[in-house]
């Protein structure tokens, strides 16, 4: 006989497979929902302008433009050589006076220092004595020649005093060029003629006008002609000079104007014109040798400070886009390239020098491309806006 618990629990089990069985059914029997489509991908870089937008684009074919690229090449201030002198005796002796301190400005001719010289006197005895055998071969020529009339002696003689007294006008004017050498000037020379006084004193005077930048003499020092006492350089002009790479020389050109900035001077910057290219290259430093003329009436600008010369290189063509056409993204640039009527994509571009308002571009658009040239400001925006919808 079945028990009733028995009965009861197959009665659950019954009442449990008929639920499923039914929850089954009503699943089945429910109709299926529409699937949803798919998004469809937008390119954030993509911006289509609207009617209003497009009358604040302006748009740019990219090709060739001239760049002129900035050079800043490092250099130093030095005197200009065609305004300096190096001033040294012209006889040997003994320094008695010295009439010049280092700094101090010269006028042309002014005497800096004076040599006592047993040199000089002795030369200036050795032409005494030639004017004076002048005087003794005039007169016997003089002489010889009356003797000859008179037909005491003959023309042969005559012919002989003649050739010394040639002789002793040679022996004088080369005592004369000694003396000129030796640095007396001709009317000192004359006063000897007529004095016939030995003065062997020798003045070392300033062949410019300028400033003493250089003394390496001290009273009672004993000089050689061979040696450098002082020199006087005329600093109203300067030079700046600075050494070009090989690589970057035919870029530059004498008569370019340039620009100096010397950074002792608060970067004061000075223009100058290339007055020099040079015409070889330094085997240790493969740089060639540029000079600039600079004005420097008030004496700002001194030698050996360091300066930075700036130059213009000549045109070159290069590919180019305008600046106002660049957008700046996450550090990089980038410009907007046309790729339909009315739609632009935002393209990252790798950019050269800048030269008057056009940059060169080195990979990012090739020759042929459209960008926009002006307006990209309101484009990008517009692109921004689109990708925050």
């Given at each position: 006989?079945?028990?009733?618990?028995?009965?009861?629990?197959?009665?659950?089990?019954?009442i449990l497979v008929l639920s499923l069985l039914m929850g089954m059914s009503l699943v089945g029997c429910k109709?299926?929902?529409?699937?949803?489509?798919?998004?469809?991908?937008?390119?954030?870089?993509?911006?289509?302008?609207t009617?209003?937008?497009?009358?604040?684009?302006?748009?740019?074919?990219?090709?060739?433009?001239?760049?002129?690229?900035?050079?800043?090449?490092?250099?130093?201030?030095?005197?200009?050589?065609?305004?300096?002198?190096?001033?040294?005796?012209?006889?040997?002796?003994?320094?008695?006076d010295i009439d010049v301190v280092l700094g101090q400005d010269v006028k042309q001719g002014?005497?800096?220092?004076?040599?006592?010289?047993?040199?000089?006197?002795?030369?200036?005895?050795l032409y005494i004595k030639a004017m004076q055998q002048i005087s003794l071969q005039t007169k016997a020529v003089?002489?010889?020649?009356?003797?000859?009339?008179?037909?005491?002696?003959?023309?042969?003689?005559?012919?002989?005093?003649e050739a010394e007294l040639s002789a002793a006008q040679a022996e004088l004017n080369a005592a004369r060029d000694q003396l000129m050498i030796l640095g007396m000037s001709s009317s000192a020379i004359a006063q000897l003629s007529k004095s016939g006084q030995i003065h062997s004193f020798s003045s070392v005077s300033a062949r410019l006008a300028g400033t003493i930048i250089s003394r390496k003499v001290n009273l009672g020092q004993v000089v050689q002609p061979a040696e450098e006492l002082f020199i006087v350089a005329d600093l109203s002009h300067v030079w700046a000079v600075a050494e070009v790479p090989e690589q970057q020389v035919g870029l530059?050109?004498?008569?370019?104007?340039?620009?100096?900035?010397?950074?002792?001077?608060?970067?004061?910057?000075?223009?100058?014109?290339?007055?020099?290219?040079?015409?070889?290259?330094?085997?240790?430093?493969r740089t060639v040798t540029v000079r600039t003329d600079l004005e420097n009436a008030d004496d700002t600008i001194k030698p050996d400070m360091l300066v930075s010369m700036v130059v213009q290189s000549l045109p070159t063509p290069k590919l180019a886009v305008p600046m106002q056409g660049i957008v700046r993204e996450n550090d990089r640039d980038h410009v907007f390239v046309q790729i339909a009527p009315n739609k632009f994509r935002l393209r990252e571009v790798v950019l050269g020098p800048e030269f008057q308002g056009m940059a060169t571009v080195e990979s990012g658009v090739v020759a042929g491309d459209?960008?926009?040239?002006?307006?990209?400001?309101?484009?990008?925006?517009?692109?921004?806006?689109k990708e925050l919808e």
């Open positions: 006989m079945v028990s009733y618990s028995a009965v009861q629990k197959t009665t659950r089990a019954s109709p299926a929902e529409e699937e949803k489509p798919a998004a469809e991908a937008v390119d954030p870089n993509i911006v289509e302008l009617p209003s937008l497009q009358q604040q684009v302006k748009l740019e074919t990219v090709g060739m433009s001239d760049i002129r690229e900035t050079l800043r090449i490092p250099g130093s201030v030095q005197v200009d050589e065609q305004r300096m002198a190096r001033i040294g005796a012209s006889v040997t002796g003994r320094i008695t002014q005497v800096l220092a004076t040599v006592n010289s047993t040199e000089l006197a002795q030369n200036q005895l003089e002489r010889a020649r009356l003797l000859l009339n008179a037909d005491v002696i003959s023309a042969a003689e005559v012919q002989r005093r530059i050109q004498e008569g370019e104007e340039v620009m100096i900035e010397i950074p002792a001077l608060n970067n004061r910057q000075f223009k100058g014109k290339l007055i020099y290219v040079g015409d070889i290259v330094n085997p240790q430093t459209v960008v926009v040239a002006d307006g990209a400001f309101h484009v990008n925006n517009e692109r921004k806006r």
